[in-house]
């Protein structure tokens, strides 16, 4: 590698980039190189295994709000998961919330509207969905927007200031700009995206279009571009 070569470099050196999610998720941006392949998300979930005793209760009219911190950026819940539950305790809707494998009891007390697990079947969960609270995790945003539901995001470390920007960007939902926000926060930006239907309307526009990509199919489709052509499918050589 060229000493001159830098980290940044890296999108330009290689011959195709596989990005996993859709156009309309992606703002202008003249410096993206057409070597560039917009496939969508490839994560269809997992609703195998015993789902919750309280399941059932999603159905009973309220509106279903969940919060998580994803599996990465969750070694303190206080920064958004507590603030959410606090944010919404007194509020008429069910609280959903997924630890990402941090024991429930780090919680602490739960109010009588919310419901915790340490993992969820998000590919059965975000149907039933009204709001998305979220550090900006890029699974599960995709999660969200494939099934048209309005996030309201709060993160900034990893890849989240670029993932937060974009939800605000494209319309889906509502950035607070901050990994710490206040209940008081929280509270107004979930009132706001359960009560204004253009955050859903973006969010699902951003669905359809995910619905339409090639999705694992496209991977195949861009290694094709660079291979030999062959009626082989791939990986069938040694």
């Given at each position: 590698m060229p000493e001159e070569f830098r980290f940044g470099d890296l999108p330009r050196a290689a011959d195709r980039i596989i990005q996993l999610t859709v156009p309309g998720?992606?703002?202008?941006?003249?410096?993206?190189?057409?070597?560039?392949?917009?496939?969508?998300?490839?994560?269809?979930?997992?609703?195998?295994?015993?789902?919750?005793e309280w399941w059932s209760e999603l159905d009973n009219g309220r509106p279903v709000v969940h919060v998580s911190q994803g599996t990465v950026a969750n070694n303190d819940l206080s920064q958004l998961v507590r603030p959410t539950i606090d944010a919404l305790a007194e509020e008429n809707v069910?609280?959903?919330v997924a630890t990402g494998g941090r024991p429930v009891a780090d919680l602490g007390p739960l109010p009588a509207n919310v419901r915790a697990a340490e993992y969820l079947p998000y590919d059965i969960l975000f149907?039933?969905?009204?709001?998305?609270?979220?550090?900006?995790?890029?699974?599960g945003l995709h999660f969200a927007l494939r099934h048209g539901v309005p996030i309201v995001a709060a993160g900034k470390t990893e890849d989240k200031m670029e993932t937060t920007a974009r939800v605000a960007w494209s319309g889906a939902g509502i950035n607070l700009k901050t990994r710490t926000p206040k209940a008081t926060a929280v509270r107004a930006a979930v009132r706001k995206v359960l009560a204004d239907p253009a955050y859903r309307l973006a969010s699902s526009r951003i669905g359809a279009e995910i619905a339409n990509s090639p999705g694992v199919a496209g991977i195949e489709a861009v290694i094709r571009e660079l291979v030999p052509a062959t009626d082989e499918p791939i990986g069938a050589r040694p």
């Open positions: 998720f992606e703002y202008p941006r003249p410096s993206i190189p057409d070597t560039v392949r917009f496939i969508g998300p490839v994560s269809l979930g997992n609703s195998g295994g015993a789902l919750p069910l609280l959903v149907p039933k969905l009204a709001a998305f609270v979220t550090n900006g995790g890029y699974g």
